[in-house]
Nanobody, 123 residues
Framework: QVQLVESGGGLVQAGGSLRLSCAAS????????MGWFRQAPGKEREFVAT????????YYADSVKGRFTISRDNAKNTVYLQMANLEPEDTAVYRC????????????????WGQGTQVTVSS
């Protein structure tokens, strides 16, 4: 089992920045790809970004490309999401996820999920 705990959410004004963290514990050796997803009220879950084990491969949703940066520190079993130039449309619960698949962006291939952290962007 892998446990994931997110932190770093909060309330920020449009144009501001936040950094989310996701700490993994348990069977961390089984983790390859890690990702961030988000869900806004009344909307379906949306892919945000993923990163492979080495950190050399990343992939972003078009809506966040150029504003968000995903990174990971394997020594700390932690993945980060640096968010800049935030927009009200970024308001959502952000959840990190872990997959044993070497590279994926498909939500169904992530086997472990955190509880999420709320990000609210005011206009």
């Amino acid at each position: 089992q892998v446990q994931l705990v997110e932190s770093g959410g909060g309330l920020v004004q449009a144009g501001g920045s936040l950094r989310l963290s996701c700490a993994a514990s348990g069977r961390t050796f089984s983790i390859s790809t890690m990702g961030w997803f988000r869900q806004a009220p009344g909307k379906e879950r949306e892919f945000v970004a993923t990163i492979n084990r080495s950190g050399e491969m990343t992939y972003y949703a078009d809506s966040v490309k150029g504003r968000f940066t995903i990174s990971r520190d394997n020594a700390k079993n932690t993945v980060y999401l640096q968010m800049a130039n935030l927009e009200p449309e970024d308001t959502a619960v952000y959840r990190c996820a872990a997959s044993a698949v070497p590279w994926t962006v498909a939500a169904h291939e992530f086997h472990s999920w955190g509880q999420g952290t709320q990000v609210t962007v005011s206009s």
